[in-house]
């Protein structure tokens, strides 16, 4: 049986609400399906996406900040498919919107979507539900009815769970069982939402394994205060006796920002998910890893130490590294999970203990060729000769540039004439992309995974986030012309000349 990460092959990174949609966000119906079928025809073997969880616009649509962080994302579903399932209609989904422009609108999706999402779940439920949907909800309840009552009460009560009244707050046992009773309505349609979001996700994965594709997907190490993750599991996070953090999370001043990281998620409670056997991860990952074939860990870092920044400082420089239980932790996970199929997301300043952590437990670190050329270091990791077999490499992730934004606005003579080295740059910077990608095909290391702007060589405004930067990121989308013009057969002359799959 082939495992992943283990045999040399490389892939693209392209998020679901990237693909190009007339209702706002891609979605995984028959778009999704096609291009497993073209990943799978250009020698490609992962798929990487983005989490999949559900986001918000007081997030920004970030998906590593979401109310919850083992539920689907609705605005994910395609409605098409649920059209071919009999829940909606035709008629009700010929809608043509406004001309696509390479930019996701999610206010959009949630205005077009999110009330034929609603008559879909009724007529579902008219029909008596099904075998599966019960099935689903009895395996997945020990998330998925924390879930739909969370959703259903932050309808009624858009604040923060933290400003809710003190019976709900804390989760008073009759307060809950009204509650239920009461949303019971609306607690039924996510619930069916989120089974429609199985049902959709397993036919993309099943589409993948016809074309050979592994779905690479990614975890954001922290959760959401406002998220029913806490709401749910408070004793788990460093809340005071009000619920409220006395510490959040973080990175220190770093390549990305002078002042560091604060990102302002709540940190866990270790001693207490110690306590019991870290049940929680085992939960989490576990929802994921049947989902997903590969999983990275966003952060991983912050499992071997993590930063601690005081609730209610200005800035991450104010924290200061406390320890993790890193080894009784991945423990727990790998007796749960054989195989292991997870990437640690080592990037940044990495202290020995993490790589050894990393190391002790066989798991692939991450190599980004963008940062190799900032210094004149032949020992550099980053360099193309010195990355690890046993290792994920990239141009550039989700949070960096697009490739050629990079060569245009970010590399300074100095490491313009390092790079030159290595690959001839033409004056177009766009002309230098193809040979970038061939160099990240040629690494060394085991998995290559090239983003899908990269490809197209578009500019800077294709990035896809800005770590630091609150507002405008997430948003970037192919357009249908882009999509066609993907040029996956050079990279699959790439991928064989280089023997990758």
């Not at 400003?163 to 009461?182: F, G, K, M, N």
């Not at 973080?250 to 302002?264: C, E, I, K, M, N």
């Not at 300043?349 to 980004?368: F, W």
């Not at 077999?389 to 004439?417: F, I, K, P, Q």
Request: proline share 7%.
């Amino acid at each position: 049986m082939e495992i992943p990460l283990e045999d040399r092959a490389s892939g693209v990174l392209l998020h679901i609400t990237s693909l190009p949609s007339p209702w706002g966000v891609g979605d995984l119906g028959e778009q999704a399906r096609a291009m497993a079928a073209r990943l799978g025809a250009a020698r490609q073997r992962y798929w990487q996406v983005l989490p999949l969880n559900p986001t918000s616009d007081a997030a920004g649509e970030s998906p590593y900040f979401s109310p919850s962080s083992r539920a689907g994302n609705p605005l994910l579903l395609s409605l098409e498919d649920l059209a071919a399932d009999g829940l909606l209609r035709n008629d009700e989904v010929a809608a043509a919107p406004a001309p696509q422009e390479g930019r996701a609108d999610f206010a959009r999706a949630r205005a077009l979507k999110l009330p034929l999402l609603a008559t879909a779940a009724e007529r579902f439920a008219a029909g008596g539900d099904d075998d599966g949907y019960r099935a689903f909800c009895a395996r997945e309840a020990d998330w998925l009815d924390d879930h739909a009552l969370f959703t259903a009460l932050k309808a009624r009560d858009p604040r923060s769970w933290s400003d809710w009244p003190a019976a709900l707050r804390l989760r008073e046992a009759d307060t809950l069982a009204e509650a239920r009773r009461s949303l019971a309505p609306a607690i039924a349609t996510e619930k069916r939402l989120q089974y429609f979001f199985e049902r959709q996700w397993r036919r993309l994965r099943a589409a993948c394994g016809e074309a050979g594709v592994w779905l690479f997907g990614d975890m954001p190490i922290y959760v959401n205060l406002d998220s029913v993750d806490v709401w749910a599991r408070p004793d788990v996070f460093q809340l005071d006796d009000d619920l409220r953090p006395v510490a959040e999370s973080g990175v220190p001043p770093d390549y990305f920002s002078a002042t560091g990281q604060l990102w302002r998620n709540p940190v866990y409670d270790w001693d207490r998910l110690a306590a019991e056997d870290f049940r929680w991860w085992v939960l989490r990952l576990g929802t994921l890893l049947r989902r997903l074939d590969v999983l990275r860990i966003d952060h991983f870092r912050g499992l071997a130490q993590y930063w601690r920044v005081p609730a209610g400082a200005e800035t991450a420089a104010a924290g200061e590294w406390r320890d993790v239980p890193s080894y009784e932790l991945f423990d727990a996970l790998r007796a749960a999970f054989d195989p292991f199929p997870v990437v640690a997301e080592d990037l940044g300043t990495i202290t020995p203990d993490v790589h050894a952590l990393r190391e002790h437990y066989g798991l692939p670190g991450m190599v980004v060729l963008q940062f190799a050329f900032n210094e004149d270091d032949d020992a550099h990791p980053y360099l193309p000769a010195n990355h690890p077999e046993n290792g994920v490499a990239y141009l550039g992730t989700h949070d960096n540039n697009t490739v050629r934004g990079w060569l245009e606005d970010e590399l300074d003579d100095a490491s313009r004439e390092r790079l030159a080295r290595f690959v001839t740059l033409d004056e177009d910077p766009a002309a230098t992309a193809p040979a970038l990608l061939d160099l990240l095909m040629a690494s060394p290391a085991r998995t290559a995974i090239a983003c899908a702007q990269d490809l197209l060589a578009l500019p800077a405004s294709a990035r896809m986030n800005t770590p630091g930067l609150p507002t405008g990121n997430w948003a970037w989308q192919l357009t249908p012309a882009q999509y066609e013009a993907l040029p996956l057969a050079a990279l699959a002359a790439m991928a064989e000349a280089h023997g990758r799959r």
